[in-house]
């Protein structure tokens, strides 16, 4: 069980938001945090600290006015660590190398592989043959309606008829070396994690896994890792004082 930091950029700054209330129209979402530092200037904390695996994700569709200003910081922070994270947003087969080049240790997809609601394997086996299994994330990022978790997709706004499962871990397990799962609804709240998810997840023997989504507290980094039986990573975002919040990053990242 280890901590994985992150990165989230949108309009062209490092934020931590809300994770369901990010709109496409408008470029708009609830703000926790807004930072006055740059990616790169995590990045750089990020390797000097010896963290490894965290995620930086372009949270602008690539039709907004502000992708490129998020992207460049995504490349900066890449190229600020060569090898030491992963990136996602917007990542499809013609796209992917170029981030890999870029520096990143892996990309993250969701969207380029559920397509129309269901897995698209044709786009899966696009992906592979662009970058390799082993430089494969698959974003299973999910919110819960009538009692089960089902993956969404374009920045967490459109529900697929994909649900999680350990059944779907063990299929997908074979196009990639690791997934992230973002609980969605509880994303950037710091109220308490999925603790349904979680255990869901540990059900299953495979790829590594992180977790994010509600973890605010040492205490509840105690209870999530004995939920999971240390099995998960995790990562925090806007609950940490990196991002404005109570949870100190200094021992979090010095006990995980």
């Known amino acids: 069980m280890k901590f994985r930091p992150c990165i989230d950029i ?4 490092v934020k931590q938001l809300v994770g369901g209330s990010l709109k496409d129209e408008g470029n708009q979402a609830k703000e926790n945090f807004v930072s006055e530092r740059n990616a790169q200037d995590f990045a750089k904390l990020y390797e ?5 695996g965290g995620h ?3 949270l602008n569709h690539k039709d907004s006015e ?3 200003a998020t992207k460049a910081q995504a490349v900066s922070a890449l190229k600020a660590y060569p090898g030491g994270m992963q990136i996602g947003g917007g990542i499809n087969d013609g796209n992917a190398k170029e981030f890999i080049e870029a520096g ?3 990309v993250i997809v969701t969207s380029f592989v559920f397509r129309d609601g269901k897995v698209d394997y044709d786009n899966l086996e696009k992906l592979v043959a662009a970058v390799g299994k082993e430089h494969i994330v698959l974003d299973l990022s999910c919110r819960k309606k009538e009692g089960d978790y089902y ?4 920045r967490w706004q459109k529900f ?3 649900k999680v499962s350990v059944e779907m871990l063990e299929k997908l397990g074979d196009y990639c ?3 992230l799962v973002h609980g969605v609804d509880v994303e950037g709240m710091g109220s308490g994690m999925e603790e349904d998810l979680v255990k869901l997840l540990a059900k299953y023997d495979g790829n590594a896994i992180t977790y994010a989504g509600g973890i605010a507290s040492m205490e509840q980094i105690e209870r999530f890792g004995a939920l999971c039986d240390r099995k998960l990573d995790f990562t925090i975002g806007s609950a940490l004082d990196l991002f404005g919040g109570n949870l100190s990053y200094d021992m979090v990242k010095d006990v995980h």
């Open 10 to 13: 949108h309009n062209g700054k």
């Open 66 to 68: 502000y992708f490129e």
């Open 177 to 179: 070396d690791e997934f």
């Open 48 to 52: 000097k600290d010896g963290l490894k």
């Open 104 to 106: 990143a240790s892996h």
């Open 151 to 154: 993956i969404v997709t374009d």
């Open 56 to 58: 930086i994700i372009i």
């Open 160 to 162: 697929t008829e994909e």
